[in-house]
């Protein structure tokens, strides 16, 4: 398995409170990846990166931030949490494009 | 922009039955990826198809890959229940490094 891990596992928070999740890989992966899976909406993608400081928007990018300072780490963060952000957030990490991606393991959040 | 549409979204079959699963992509995708997800887990790599006539083969699954058609298949021979899990196909457009995943095919296998 791709050394992909994410903190915490599980989240519980409430309304307007800032919430960040972490991504740490150990294979040295360019690309960096963070998703949520919701019922009926398989994933989506919030955020990438290609490189250390270097990252896009996705899909569904309103209300979420990342940021990515050594290759190993990638932080997703809500500024301000809402019920709708209630997910599963998925990192996924390549080693180039457009590689297949390896997921970690998920970290459930829920914004109450 | 890219969309893919998976069919059926949820399959029950039995045990010992062949069924195929179909992912349907809008314009020109590089490559197409299958993903299994067992509940509450995340998501293994299954296959990784590259050009038009790709076929790949592991076990009981068999993908296969229709550029002109911008069609893939998912297709299972014999089903056992441990291959009870969702299904998700996923496409990139142009060769870009973001996917576009399907909604995913719950697949039960009953004995």
């Known amino acids: 398995d791709a050394g992909i891990t994410q903190s915490p596992r599980h989240k519980v928070t409430e309304t307007g409170t800032p919430v960040t999740l972490r991504c740490h890989q150990t294979e040295n992966h360019r690309y960096m990846y963070w998703y949520r899976q919701d019922p009926g909406h398989g994933l989506r993608l919030i955020h990438y990166s290609y490189g250390v400081k270097d990252t896009d928007k996705g899909e569904v990018s309103d209300g979420y931030s990342v940021s990515r300072s050594k290759t190993e780490d990638f932080l997703l963060t809500l500024e301000s949490a809402t019920s709708s952000q209630t997910s599963v957030y998925f990192c996924a990490i390549s080693p180039g494009r457009p590689d297949e991606q390896y997921f970690g393991p998920g970290t459930r959040l829920t914004v109450t | 922009e890219l969309k893919v549409e998976q069919n059926p979204l949820f399959l029950s079959m039995q045990e010992g039955k062949n069924y195929t699963i179909y992912c349907n992509y809008s314009?020109?995708?590089?490559?197409l990826y299958w993903y299994r997800q067992d509940p509450g887990k995340s998501l293994e790599s299954l296959f990784v198809?590259?050009?038009?006539?790709a076929v790949k083969q592991e076990g009981r699954l068999m993908a296969s890959l229709d550029t002109k058609a911008r069609l893939s298949t998912l297709h299972i021979t014999a089903a056992v229940h441990d291959l009870s899990a969702t299904y998700f196909c996923a496409g990139n457009q142009g060769g870009s490094e973001k996917l576009v995943f399907g909604k995913g095919t719950k697949l039960t296998v009953n004995p």
């Open positions: 198809l590259l050009s038009n006539g």
């Open positions: 314009t020109t995708s590089d490559r």
